[in-house]
């Protein structure tokens, strides 16, 4: 894909890149990636909501604290792989006033394209990440 620089992911990259955020599971990591934002979730949270399983208590709670200790802007949360964990985790970046931004694995019924599906995640996360840093 050629990206022009009023792509909107570009425009996420400039303003936000290397800003950490938080994910429950592995679908928004090449966005992160092209929007030059770190991920900050121990892998092993990720893996275990990919698989449907609970976390070890010592990876949930260092999960919890990027929210208690503001270390992360934003939570991408995956719609399909909600768990005891990933709700907790919810929680806690909306105690912390950390934006939490859902995203889906794939196309919801109420969009009829792939562009606009991705546009609308992208707009969400760069307006969770403006009001993260306002």
């Known amino acids: 894909m ?3 620089a009023d792509h909107p992911v ?25 929007a030059g934002l770190q991920n900050a979730t121990p892998a092993e949270f990720s893996e275990a909501a990919e698989q449907g399983t609970d976390p ?3 990876v949930l709670n260092e999960t919890l604290q990027l929210f208690a200790s503001r270390t992360v802007k934003a939570l991408l949360a995956n719609t399909r792989t909600a768990g005891a964990a990933t709700r907790q985790v919810e ?11 859902t ?4 196309l ?3 969009i ?6 991705q ?10 990440l403006g009001r993260a840093t306002a």
């Open 103 to 106: 995203v889906t694995e794939t």
């Open 10 to 34: 570009d425009t996420l990259k400039a303003a936000h890149g290397g800003e950490k955020v938080a994910v429950t599971e592995s679908v928004p990591l090449y966005l992160l990636q092209a």
């Open 91 to 101: 929680q806690a970046a909306s105690v912390a006033g950390i934006p939490v931004v």
């Open 119 to 128: 546009s609308g995640q992208i707009d969400q996360l760069t307006a969770a």
């Open 2 to 4: 050629n990206q022009t």
């Open 108 to 110: 919801p019924a109420s």
């Open 112 to 117: 009829d394209d792939y562009v606009t599906w």
């Open 56 to 58: 070890p208590a010592a």
